[in-house]
């Protein structure tokens, strides 16, 4: 007969942080212990094959724990992870007092709705507010599509004012080929790609594809129906694309003129990846409407947009709602993150500390002129452009023990934590170049 595990105190007992010593390994997880009885447990993968969706593709490991910029899996293989979740570890795995403070909060406070207010939510809207540098107001979510979603309906109650109330009038969004805003029907139809929109359509009306970094085919779009300009500063899944300077600015003008809003998607490229806290402060530009999410939350799962003051009494009471948004143990997750960047400077230094990296990286394309086209992005969100499929090298990668993963225009994505070690950034060009040899040889 199986037991049942009554938690105590003791249970969640935490010295000194868990895995405080980043140069231990934690313990071998053995999925046998969470059960107490004599039947064995199930493997992670009949599980997942029995009674998980089919909507990702079948995955060749089993990860079960993490530290610091490393990863091990149910055989106990360790990999060198410059996945980072898709850009959210942004402190790397089991960061000691990112887990202490997350901990601390979660015995203290979880959850109470947005009916009440939490101390928190309001500290981190502040702090928001004074990394993007002016007035404005926030609102929290869970992800990044959840953001955009938000971000789609400030466009559509601006569109509203500009039309003197009418709805349906002007209500159109300016997106971007290649452009990824998420897989909610909102966002989905702000991302023109067939593989994202296929099987799901017909899309939510009012999105106008323009051409990314063209700003005459922009102008060509813009009329009396538009009501916002939504762009990544930074391409994610689009193959990691930055915008221009020169074509930010001119959207900036043009929103201007137009009386459009100029609506930044930062959820992949944000949270200091590039640099600055948002890639978008490289350019001296201001949005109108930011949103974020990723590594906002060190791992925890957050979202929020900012609105500059002049536009944030757009939502009024009863307008938009998340019950998980900006809870308390979210905002705590988010604001030790956000704390970690600021003291261990690691935001300000992401440039220094990738440059060299970046210059090793560059030479692939000579290196290997059958395989590699180019390198492209910045500080620690880099892509190998590639010749062709890049399923290949992700796969050939994997078997150097390093993780990473794939965009468009045939690229693989670089996308270490903001902590990432001088003696990791070497290893991962050692085994790159191994994982390209190993497809040059054959």
Same mark, same amino acid.
């Given at each position: 007969?199986?037991?049942?595990?009554?938690?105590?105190?003791?249970?969640?007992?935490?010295?000194?942080?868990?895995?405080?010593?980043?140069?231990?390994?934690?313990?071998?997880?053995?999925?046998?212990?969470?059960?107490?009885? *004599? =039947?064995?447990?199930?493997?992670?993968? $009949?599980?997942?094959? *029995?009674?998980?969706?089919?909507?990702?593709?079948?995955?060749?490991?089993?990860?079960?724990?993490?530290?610091?910029?490393?990863?091990?899996?149910?055989?106990?293989?360790?990999?060198?992870?410059?996945?980072?979740?898709?850009? @959210?570890? #942004?402190? +790397?795995?089991?960061?000691?007092?990112?887990?202490?403070?997350?901990?601390?909060?979660?015995?203290?406070?979880?959850?109470?709705?947005?009916?009440?207010?939490?101390?928190?939510?309001?500290?981190?809207?502040?702090?928001?507010?004074?990394?993007?540098?002016?007035?404005?107001? *926030?609102?929290?979510?869970?992800?990044?599509?959840? #953001?955009?979603?938000?971000?789609? !309906?400030?466009?559509?109650?601006?569109?509203?004012?500009?039309?003197?109330?009418?709805? +349906?009038?002007?209500?159109? @969004?300016?997106?971007?080929?290649?452009?990824?805003?998420?897989?909610?029907?909102?966002?989905?139809?702000?991302?023109?790609?067939?593989?994202? =929109?296929?099987?799901?359509?017909?899309?939510?009306?009012?999105?106008? @594809?323009?051409?990314?970094?063209?700003?005459?085919?922009?102008?060509?779009? #813009?009329?009396?129906?538009?009501?916002?300009?939504?762009?990544?500063?930074?391409?994610?899944?689009?193959?990691?694309?930055?915008?221009?300077?020169?074509?930010?600015?001119?959207?900036? =003008?043009?929103?201007?003129?137009?009386?459009?809003?100029?609506?930044?998607?930062?959820?992949?490229?944000?949270?200091?990846?590039?640099?600055?806290?948002?890639?978008?402060?490289?350019?001296?530009?201001?949005?109108?409407?930011?949103?974020?999410? !990723?590594?906002?939350?060190?791992?925890?799962?957050?979202?929020?947009?900012?609105?500059?003051?002049?536009?944030?009494?757009?939502?009024?009471?009863?307008?938009? +709602?998340?019950?998980?948004?900006? $809870?308390?143990?979210?905002?705590?997750?988010?604001?030790?993150?956000?704390?970690?960047?600021?003291?261990? !400077?690691?935001?300000?230094?992401?440039?220094?500390?990738?440059?060299?990296?970046?210059?090793?990286?560059?030479?692939?394309?000579?290196?290997?002129?059958?395989?590699? !086209?180019?390198?492209?992005?910045?500080?620690?969100?880099?892509?190998?452009?590639?010749? $062709?499929?890049?399923?290949?090298?992700?796969?050939?990668?994997?078997?150097?023990?390093?993780?990473?993963?794939?965009?468009?225009?045939?690229?693989?994505?670089?996308?270490?934590?903001?902590?990432?070690?001088?003696?990791?950034?070497?290893? *991962?060009?050692?085994?790159?170049?191994?994982?390209?040899?190993?497809?040059?040889?054959?």
């Amino acid at each position: 007969m199986a037991r049942t595990f009554m938690p105590t105190a003791e249970s969640f007992k935490i010295e000194n942080g868990p895995q405080a010593d980043f140069g231990r390994s934690p313990p071998i997880f053995n999925f046998e212990s969470l059960i107490f009885n *004599s =039947q064995p447990m199930p493997t992670a993968e $009949s599980l997942y094959d *029995s009674h998980v969706l089919g909507n990702y593709a079948k995955s060749p490991l089993t990860l079960v724990r993490g530290l610091g910029c490393r990863v091990w899996d149910d055989a106990g293989r360790e990999f060198l992870d410059f996945s980072s979740g898709i850009a @959210v570890t #942004a402190l +790397g795995h089991a960061h000691p007092e990112w887990a202490r403070r997350v901990h601390e909060q979660a015995l203290t406070l979880v959850h109470t709705s947005n009916l009440w207010r939490n101390p928190r939510q309001a500290e981190l809207a502040a702090r928001l507010a004074e990394l993007v540098g002016l007035p404005g107001r *926030s609102f929290f979510c869970n992800s990044g599509t959840e #953001a955009n979603e938000a971000l789609i !309906k400030l466009a559509r109650l601006h569109g509203r004012k500009l039309a003197g109330g009418e709805e +349906g009038v002007r209500h159109h @969004v300016i997106v971007f080929d290649y452009a990824f805003h998420g897989r909610t029907f909102g966002g989905m139809a702000a991302t023109p790609q067939d593989k994202i =929109q296929n099987g799901f359509r017909p899309m939510l009306d009012g999105f106008k @594809v323009a051409k990314f970094n063209d700003l005459d085919s922009v102008k060509a779009l #813009a009329d009396d129906r538009t009501a916002a300009v939504l762009i990544e500063t930074i391409q994610g899944e689009g193959g990691v694309r930055p915008a221009t300077r020169e074509f930010l600015q001119g959207l900036r =003008q043009l929103c201007d003129e137009r009386g459009l809003l100029l609506i930044i998607d930062e959820v992949q490229c944000g949270i200091g990846r590039t640099g600055k806290f948002y890639a978008y402060q490289h350019h001296d530009v201001q949005p109108d409407a930011i949103g974020m999410a !990723k590594g906002i939350g060190g791992g925890f799962p957050m979202g929020a947009i900012w609105v500059a003051e002049k536009h944030a009494s757009l939502f009024t009471p009863g307008s938009h +709602g998340c019950t998980f948004g900006g $809870s308390p143990l979210a905002c705590a997750a988010a604001l030790a993150t956000l704390d970690l960047l600021r003291d261990g !400077k690691l935001v300000e230094t992401v440039s220094q500390r990738s440059a060299a990296w970046r210059a090793e990286l560059e030479k692939l394309p000579a290196e290997f002129p059958t395989l590699v !086209k180019e390198i492209r992005g910045a500080g620690f969100m880099v892509a190998i452009g590639l010749h $062709s499929d890049p399923v290949p090298v992700v796969a050939a990668l994997r078997d150097q023990k390093f993780l990473c993963p794939s965009a468009g225009h045939n690229a693989i994505r670089l996308l270490p934590p903001l902590n990432v070690t001088d003696s990791d950034l070497g290893e *991962s060009l050692v085994r790159i170049r191994a994982a390209l040899a190993s497809l040059k040889a054959n």
